[in-house]
């Protein structure tokens, strides 16, 4: 007994040694970390902003470029505005035989039809053929003709969408069919730019692509990270701040992007099945794990609606949400999990 006592006695000093020590070397790596801030930059039709701990200004730069180039990265892929853009060569390349795509690529509409089954094709990336018809409306300030919305709402739908993982393929059914990732190509964007700094070595940061924000390791304020979210009708003002860690972050709201007809905002989010701007929720803002369930979400929560759109998030283990609606954009309708991430009212 005693003698068994002592073996263990020799291998607990050392040990305690060690963890000392460890904590030591931690504590010494650490406190030489400060937090440096890229400023805005704009990119992807928005403005990012990238927070990283390094240990200098020199690393602190090193993994500030590693995150911009993959945000630049995604947007030459899947700018739907540049007609030489990957994305905008599939209207002409993925009809009708098989077109073999970028992993980038294919991640992002492998995920868009996964969040297509889900939102039950309230959110859908094939809806490119009518986000060009707003458009023109967004130009013109005039409706499109029901013929145009009809021949439109004829090359929609995820369905219509044939993908091969194996072969990285992708398929369209429909001659004309045109994909349009910007519901989610930035939190995607946030979450490999993220992965590009883990894997120079940061241990903590925060990437911020026009409202996709995800944060990692401690943040800067007592180990935490702050997101302050807008008011949807006095968008100078904070409604509330959101207090993550390993968390992302995003918010679709009518206030963003919209046309105007008639006197009336028309908001970006489109009803893929009816084409008409989405009315019923001013703002919605989604806390997933990733940056790209978040902004997925938040677009489909915006087709949705508040019944539907909650309910869809409360199925979800691990993801909340926090809505506006238009008649009270004052009120704050929230799934039960969302309080625990808010800071202050
Ligand atoms: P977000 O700001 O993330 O909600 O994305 C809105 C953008 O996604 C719009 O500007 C359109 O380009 C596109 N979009 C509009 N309606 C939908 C929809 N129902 N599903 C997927 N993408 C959409
Ligand atoms: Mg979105």
Not at 18 to 33: E, F, K
Not at 129 to 156: I, Y
Not at 161 to 168: D, G, H, M, R, Y
Not at 306 to 332: H, N, Y
Request: hydrophobic share 40%; with cysteine.
């Amino acid at each position: 007994m005693t003698n068994k006592l002592q073996n263990v006695g020799k291998y607990i000093a050392p040990a305690v040694f060690l963890c000392v020590l460890g904590g030591l070397m931690w504590y010494q790596s650490h406190q030489h970390h400060g937090y440096y801030n890229s400023g805005y930059r704009s990119v992807m039709g928005t403005f990012a902003q990238v927070t990283v701990a390094a240990a200098s200004e020199e690393q602190a730069h090193s993994f500030i470029t590693a995150a911009f180039a993959e945000m630049d990265k995604v947007n030459r892929i899947m700018n739907d505005w540049d007609p030489n853009s990957e994305i905008s060569q599939l209207t002409q390349t993925a009809y009708p035989e098989p077109k073999v795509v970028s992993p980038e690529l294919f991640e992002v509409i492998a995920a868009s039809v996964e969040y297509s089954k889900l939102s039950e094709g309230a959110f859908d990336i094939t809806v490119g053929p009518e986000t060009q018809l707003w458009r023109q409306m967004q130009k013109t300030g005039q409706k499109p003709s029901p013929e145009a919305l009809t021949t439109a709402r004829a090359k929609v739908g995820y369905e219509k969408v044939t993908l091969n993982p194996a072969e990285k393929t992708v398929q369209f059914a429909v001659e004309g069919m045109k994909l349009d990732v910007g519901a989610i190509a930035k939190g995607y964007a946030v979450d490999i730019a993220m992965e590009a700094m883990r894997t120079q070595g940061a241990v903590a940061g925060m990437v911020d692509l026009g409202g996709n924000v995800r944060c990692f390791g401690p943040g800067p304020a007592g180990g935490n990270w702050y997101i302050g979210l807008r008011d949807p009708r006095h968008t100078e003002k904070t409604l509330i701040k959101l207090r993550l860690n390993e968390m992302a972050v995003a918010t679709s709201g009518d206030y963003e992007r919209y046309a105007v007809v008639d006197g009336q905002p028309q908001s970006h989010i489109l009803n893929p099945k009816t084409s008409e701007s989405v009315k019923e929720l001013a703002s919605v803002t989604i806390i997933a794990p990733t940056a790209m369930q978040a902004d997925a979400l938040s677009t489909a929560v915006s087709v949705l609606g508040k019944e539907k759109g909650l309910a869809l998030i409360e199925k979800i283990p691990g993801v909340e949400a926090i809505v506006m609606t238009s008649a009270q954009p004052d009120q704050r309708i929230e799934t039960p999990g969302a309080k625990q991430f808010i800071e202050m009212d």
